[in-house]
C-alpha cells in the first residue's frame, strides 16, 4: 500500500540558520503563491548581453537545428576527440553571433551510464552528444559516481561552473558503482548557490561524508527535510543550485521501476518516489513564493501522467491495482494510478509544466512504453517561455554510449 500520510500534514526543509514550512496537499495552494510578482519578472530578467558576459562564452545561448540529426557516423568510444572540441568552439563562436539578435537560452538532461565509464570516456561521450545536438547552457546528468568524471564533462563541454550531489558514500565505501550513483549540474552561467537534501547514512543531514564544494569553491548547502510520512526517506534526494540569471535548477535521479507495472516492488518503488517528489516539491514552492524560475530535470523513472494506467494525476486518490492488473484502478473512468510523483510537483503552482509530457521514449532499449521517463518540469515567472521538449533519435541500444537519450527544452523570452 502507498501511504497518502505525507500528502496531508505539513513538509518542513531546514537549513542550518533557517526552516521553511510548506503547507500539503500542495495541489490546494492559493493561485497566487506560484511567484507572478512584478519583482519577480524583474529580477529574473536577464539581456543576451549580460548572460554573455557572465557565461564568457556564446554557446548554448541561441537557437541550434542539431536536435534532430542522427549519430550514424559517431566515432567509437576511446578516440582522442579534440575535433570535437574544436567543432564545439566553431559552433559556439557562430551562435555568439545569433545571440545578438535572439535571447534563447538551451538546457539538456541526460542519463550518461557513467557508473564504471572512466573520465576520459565521459568526455567523449559529453563532446559527442554535444556536438550532435549542439552546444546548451545548462547540462545536468545523472548516473555519475566520482567528481572526476564531472570534471571531465565540463572540460569536454566548456562548462566554467559546475555542481555535484553527495547522496552516497564512494564506490570503494559501497564496493559497486549503482550503489554511489550521483547527479551534476553544469552551467555557462555562473552558480551563486549549492544545496542538497542528502538523505542517506546515519546523520540527520546525510551520511557522514561532508557535500563536495563545486567549481570555482562554491561550498553546498545540506538541506533537512522534515516529513511526517511514516516512511523511510529515499535513498537519493535532490541537487539544487541558483544561476546568476535567478533560475533555480534541481537535479534529480529518482528511484527506477524495474519495468513491471503493478506489481508489489513497482508499487514500493511508487512510494518511494513520491516520497522524493514530495520533498522536492515543498523546497520548490518556497522558491516560487520567492518568485523563481525553476526546472526540476533528470530521470524521473516514470511516464508523464496519462501516458500509462499507472501514472496517478490525483495524489489525493489513494490508487491500488485490482487482481494484479492495472485495470479499473480508481478514479473517474478507473483511470487514475497509483504512482502520482509527477502529479506532486505539478501541483506547486499553476505555471508548473511538465515540458516533456508528449515526448517520445528515452530510455533506448524501450522496456518502459508509454513514452519518456527522462523528463524537465518548469514553473514560475518565465515558465511559458519554455518549449516544449526534443530528444535525438538513436540507432542500435545506445546513444552515444548511454541506454537514454537526452532531453532537450529552449527558453526564449519572445514566448
Same mark, same amino acid.
Given at each position: 500500500?502507498?501511504?497518502?500520510?505525507?500528502?496531508?500534514?505539513?513538509?518542513?526543509?531546514?537549513?542550518?540558520?533557517?526552516?521553511?514550512?510548506?503547507?500539503?496537499?500542495?495541489?490546494?495552494?492559493?493561485?497566487?503563491?506560484?511567484?507572478?510578482?512584478?519583482?519577480?519578472?524583474?529580477?529574473?530578467?536577464?539581456?543576451?548581453?549580460?548572460?554573455?558576459?557572465?557565461?564568457?562564452?556564446?554557446?548554448?545561448?541561441?537557437?541550434?537545428?542539431?536536435?534532430?540529426?542522427?549519430? &550514424?557516423?559517431?566515432?567509437?568510444?576511446?578516440?582522442?576527440?579534440?575535433?570535437?572540441?574544436?567543432?564545439?568552439?566553431?559552433?559556439?563562436?557562430?551562435?555568439?553571433?545569433?545571440?545578438?539578435?535572439?535571447?534563447?537560452?538551451?538546457?539538456?538532461?541526460?542519463?550518461?551510464?557513467?557508473?564504471?565509464?572512466?573520465?576520459?570516456?565521459?568526455?567523449?561521450?559529453?563532446?559527442?552528444?554535444?556536438?550532435?545536438?549542439?552546444?546548451?547552457?545548462?547540462?545536468?546528468?545523472?548516473?555519475?559516481?566520482?567528481?572526476?568524471?564531472?570534471?571531465?564533462?565540463?572540460?569536454?563541454?566548456?562548462?566554467?561552473?559546475?555542481?555535484?550531489?553527495?547522496?552516497?558514500?564512494?564506490?570503494?565505501?559501497?564496493?559497486?558503482?549503482?550503489?554511489?550513483?550521483?547527479?551534476?549540474?553544469?552551467?555557462?552561467?555562473?552558480?551563486?548557490?549549492?544545496?542538497?537534501? &542528502?538523505?542517506?547514512?546515519?546523520?540527520?543531514?546525510?551520511?557522514?561524508?561532508?557535500?563536495?564544494?563545486?567549481?570555482?569553491?562554491?561550498?553546498?548547502?545540506?538541506?533537512?527535510?522534515?516529513?511526517?510520512?511514516?516512511?523511510?526517506?529515499?535513498?537519493?534526494?535532490?541537487?539544487?543550485?541558483?544561476?546568476?540569471?535567478?533560475?533555480?535548477?534541481?537535479?534529480?535521479?529518482?528511484?527506477?521501476?524495474?519495468?513491471?507495472?503493478?506489481?508489489?516492488?513497482?508499487?514500493?518503488?511508487?512510494?518511494?518516489?513520491?516520497?522524493?517528489?514530495?520533498?522536492?516539491?515543498?523546497?520548490?514552492?518556497?522558491?516560487?513564493?520567492?518568485?523563481?524560475?525553476?526546472?526540476?530535470?533528470?530521470?524521473?523513472?516514470?511516464?508523464?501522467?496519462?501516458?500509462?494506467?499507472?501514472?496517478?494525476?490525483?495524489?489525493?486518490?489513494?490508487?491500488?491495482?485490482?487482481?494484479?492488473?492495472?485495470?479499473?484502478?480508481?478514479?473517474?473512468?478507473?483511470?487514475?494510478?497509483?504512482? &502520482?510523483?509527477?502529479?506532486?510537483?505539478?501541483?506547486?503552482?499553476?505555471?508548473?509544466?511538465?515540458?516533456?509530457?508528449?515526448?517520445?521514449?528515452?530510455?533506448?532499449?524501450?522496456?518502459?512504453?508509454?513514452?519518456?521517463?527522462?523528463?524537465?518540469?518548469?514553473?514560475?515567472?518565465?515558465?511559458?517561455?519554455?518549449?516544449?521538449?526534443?530528444?535525438?533519435?538513436?540507432?542500435?541500444?545506445?546513444?552515444?554510449?548511454?541506454?537514454?537519450?537526452?532531453?532537450?527544452?529552449?527558453?526564449?523570452?519572445?514566448?
Amino acid at each position: 500500500m502507498i501511504h497518502r500520510r505525507c500528502w496531508s500534514r505539513s513538509a518542513q526543509i531546514e537549513k542550518p540558520s533557517e526552516r521553511i514550512a510548506m503547507p500539503m496537499p500542495f495541489r490546494n495552494r492559493p493561485a497566487g503563491g506560484n511567484g507572478r510578482s512584478a519583482t519577480g519578472r524583474a529580477g529574473q530578467a536577464a539581456t543576451v548581453a549580460q548572460i554573455q558576459r557572465r557565461a564568457g562564452a556564446g554557446a548554448g545561448f541561441a537557437a541550434s537545428p542539431a536536435d534532430t540529426r542522427s549519430n &550514424d557516423s559517431r566515432p567509437s568510444e576511446g578516440q582522442a576527440v579534440p575535433m570535437l572540441h574544436r567543432l564545439l568552439a566553431g559552433v559556439g563562436l557562430l551562435l555568439l553571433l545569433s545571440a545578438a539578435q535572439t535571447a534563447e537560452i538551451r538546457v539538456m538532461t541526460w542519463n550518461i551510464e557513467g557508473g564504471d565509464a572512466s573520465p576520459e570516456v565521459i568526455a567523449q561521450r559529453v563532446g559527442q552528444a554535444l556536438a550532435e545536438v549542439g552546444p546548451v547552457a545548462v547540462l545536468v546528468l545523472q548516473e555519475l559516481v566520482e567528481q572526476e568524471q564531472v570534471e571531465a564533462a565540463a572540460g569536454a563541454g566548456g562548462f566554467r561552473h559546475w555542481a555535484m550531489s553527495d547522496f552516497s558514500p564512494p564506490v570503494h565505501i559501497t564496493g559497486a558503482w549503482h550503489k554511489s550513483l550521483e547527479v551534476a549540474i553544469l552551467s555557462r552561467l555562473p552558480i551563486e548557490a549549492v544545496a542538497e537534501w &542528502d538523505t542517506t547514512g546515519p546523520r540527520p543531514d546525510g551520511d557522514r561524508y561532508p557535500p563536495r564544494t563545486s567549481a570555482p569553491g562554491r561550498p553546498t548547502d545540506s538541506l533537512r527535510l522534515k516529513q511526517d510520512t511514516g516512511d523511510p526517506p529515499p535513498a537519493r534526494g535532490f541537487l539544487r543550485v541558483d544561476l546568476a540569471n535567478g533560475w533555480r535548477i534541481y537535479g534529480v535521479h529518482w528511484k527506477s521501476s524495474g519495468g513491471q507495472d503493478c506489481t508489489a516492488e513497482d508499487r514500493e518503488s511508487a512510494r518511494v518516489r513520491e516520497i522524493q517528489a514530495a520533498g522536492l516539491a515543498a523546497d520548490a514552492a518556497d522558491a516560487l513564493d520567492q518568485g523563481r524560475t525553476l526546472m526540476i530535470a533528470g530521470d524521473f523513472n516514470i511516464q508523464a501522467p496519462g501516458r500509462v494506467l499507472r501514472v496517478g494525476t490525483d495524489p489525493q486518490q489513494d490508487c491500488a491495482p485490482t487482481a494484479g492488473t492495472c485495470q479499473g484502478i480508481c478514479g473517474p473512468g478507473g483511470r487514475d494510478g497509483y504512482d &502520482d510523483s509527477i502529479a506532486l510537483l505539478l501541483g506547486i503552482g499553476s505555471s508548473a509544466r511538465l515540458l516533456s509530457d508528449a515526448l517520445d521514449s528515452t530510455y533506448v532499449l524501450r522496456r518502459f512504453p508509454g513514452g519518456a521517463i527522462d523528463h524537465i518540469l518548469v514553473a514560475g515567472p518565465q515558465a511559458a517561455g519554455f518549449s516544449a521538449t526534443t530528444t535525438p533519435p538513436v540507432n542500435g541500444k545506445r546513444w552515444h554510449g548511454a541506454d537514454h537519450r537526452p532531453v532537450l527544452t529552449r527558453w526564449n523570452d519572445d514566448r
